[in-house]
């Protein structure tokens, strides 16, 4: 059979570490980095005879990603220890949850080419992050650096409801960007603060049984989750197709050959003996906690979308692109307010701040400018003072330097010539050196005129105002 007789089937596990300012059981800081071992204390070192104590802020973070996706919130939940052993797990357990997730049953909607598709979510559970192992370069061993060990997620579970790179690709950008509009995490995935575990199989299509899956873990960029999940689909296809059949194991994805290798058999729920943590009191949230969190939650991309389309007259396209990220979102607001012209704002985003995005393989929220800036440029544009043209150039250059567009054009000299003596004479000069142009155009060949007004820009370097540029043309040639 070809490849295209088979499906993926595929459900992620995914990873958020949350934002509070203190670790999940103990007081350490969370922030990102540091010299190692620098922020941990007893606890979170796992130091014998220590207790742990849940953070309530991250009860309240887990309760309000729940909501944000659809999920049922548990009025009884507790931690459960996860039993075994890594270097970089000083406890030699994890602790997690078990049988009694603090959120389940939810969904969220994305977008595919037939259509909005919904994803559900199985559960949402909180759980400690570990440490992290730094293999030395020399060969001198590994070291542990336990800043880490500690550190609060999420992990949100999904049913095995996608079937497409692009459909994985759709709902990680989705969980990311409704994590980032309720602020519960900067989701950096470079920085790990989002990483999935891909769960992948193929069956033959028309089948209603699933086939046996292998699990990539820790991926953390869109990029090589796709050419993962290409890879691994083929592969598997390819074993079936040869008469093997796929072993369920845990596979590690290796950008730079493009390859997944084997890590180990995968582990069964009991072989970890869970058992709910004695050091740790049941957790039980009362309708008025649940309700308070729910009545503080932000406007969501859904609702945002809604406004963009009925009172601010983006296109249903536009509405989606620039809902997608809050970074966009916010961008696209704040400029509209200094420009008012939300048309030419979301065209902006879509194509050129994205696709320099593209180019520079980086995200929304690493933009250096902000609304403030974009929103000047399309007014200068507006104005006049600046040609489309002139604004692309001006806006590759606050990529590099975010100043305001006024000040870039001034330091590069570039304001729109807009006075008509001086186009006057651009236009007689292109005129002169010409003749042939000016036969065509008499002669009813009208691409003449486009291609004067091209010698004119070239002239100006880009910089004369095409309207006035085409009606003194016209001027001159109808003489
Ligand atoms: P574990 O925690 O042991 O990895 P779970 O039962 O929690 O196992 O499932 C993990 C993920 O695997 C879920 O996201 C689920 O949707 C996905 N999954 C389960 N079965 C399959 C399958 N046959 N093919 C692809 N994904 C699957
Ligand atoms: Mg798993
Ligand atoms: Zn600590």
Same mark, same amino acid.
């Given at each position: ?9 595929? *459900? ?50 887990? #309760? ?66 570990? %440490? ?59 920085? *790990? ?144 307010? #200094? ?44 104005? %006049? ?95």
């Amino acid at each position: 059979m070809a490849r295209e007789d088979y499906e993926i089937v595929m *459900g992620l596990e995914v990873h958020c570490e949350l934002s509070t300012k203190t670790k999940i059981f103990c007081s350490c800081p969370t922030q990102f980095g540091g010299e190692p071992n620098t922020h941990c204390c007893p606890i979170c070192m796992a130091m014998p005879g220590t207790l742990p104590v849940l953070n309530e802020k991250v009860v309240e973070y887990a #309760v309000k990603a729940g909501l944000a996706t659809n999920c049922q919130i548990a009025r009884n939940s507790k931690n459960d220890r996860k039993n075994y052993f890594y270097p970089d797990l000083p406890k030699a357990y994890q602790i997690s949850q078990f049988d009694l997730p603090l959120c389940y049953e939810g969904y969220v909607n994305i977008e595919t080419p037939e259509g909005e598709k919904k994803i559900r979510i199985t559960r949402i559970h909180i759980e400690e992050d570990a %440490g992290k192992l730094n293999h030395d370069e020399y060969g001198r061993g590994s070291f542990v650096d336990l800043n880490r060990a500690g550190v609060p997620l999420i992990e949100v579970v999904s049913e095995p409801d996608l079937r497409t790179k692009e459909e994985v690709e759709a709902y990680l950008r989705k969980l990311k960007s409704i994590f980032e509009y309720i602020e519960v995490s900067d989701c950096k995935m470079q920085e *790990g603060s989002l990483r999935a575990d891909v769960n992948v199989s193929v069956r033959k299509k028309g089948s209603t049984e699933f086939g046996t899956r292998t699990e990539m873990k820790n991926m953390n960029s869109f990029r090589s989750i796709v050419r993962a999940i290409e890879y691994e689909a083929n592969r598997q296809i390819d074993v079936i197709e040869n008469g093997g059949v796929i072993t369920q194991e845990t596979l590690r994805w290796d950008d730079v050959s493009g390859k997944t290798f084997s890590m180990r058999d995968k582990e069964d729920a009991q072989d970890y003996r869970y058992f709910p943590d004695p050091d740790l009191v049941a957790i039980k949230l009362s309708e008025e906690y649940i309700e308070n969190i729910k009545k503080g939650l932000p406007e969501l991309p859904e609702s945002r979308k809604k406004r963009y389309l009925e009172e601010m007259g983006l296109t249903e396209k536009a509405a989606n692109f620039v809902t997608a990220s809050k970074y966009y979102s916010n961008m696209f607001e704040e400029a509209t307010e #200094v420009c008012k012209n939300a048309k030419s704002v979301s065209n902006w985003i879509m194509s050129d701040i994205a696709r320099i995005l593209n180019e520079r393989e980086e995200e929304p929220e690493e933009l250096k400018f902000s609304g403030k800036e974009l929103g000047e440029l399309v007014a200068l544009i507006d104005k %006049g003072t600046i040609s489309s043209a002139i604004a692309k150039k001006v806006l590759e250059e606050m990529f590099e330097n975010p100043e305001m567009p006024s000040k870039i054009i001034e330091s590069k000299g570039w304001v729109q010539i807009s006075d008509e003596g001086a186009i006057k004479e651009v236009v007689a000069k292109v005129l002169e050196a010409n003749p042939q142009s000016i036969a065509d155009y008499k002669a009813g060949k009208d691409k003449a005129l486009g291609f004067l007004v091209g010698q004119a820009m070239k002239e100006t370097k880009g910089k004369a105002n095409p309207q006035m540029l085409n009606k003194l043309f016209l001027e001159e040639l109808n003489k």
